[in-house]
């Protein structure tokens, strides 16, 4: 999974903020409740990744 696909699930489902976290699913806030958007959880080095690509 990447990120855009975690944007385009929180774009579909009216989501806020999105956590991410090693060792715990990707999760949102939407519609003001904390909710996991998979079961699985997110692999070591994914959340570093995922910074890397967004800041320059």
Do not use: C, W, Y
């Not at 579909?12 to 959880?41: I, Q, Y």
């Amino acid at each position: 999974m990447e990120l855009k696909d975690l944007l385009k699930i929180m774009i579909d489902k009216e989501g806020s903020d999105l956590f991410l976290n090693t060792g715990a699913p990707p999760s949102m806030k939407a519609h003001g409740k904390f909710t996991p958007m998979t079961d699985k959880v997110l692999p070591e080095g994914f959340t570093r990744k995922i910074a890397n690509q967004i800041m320059t």
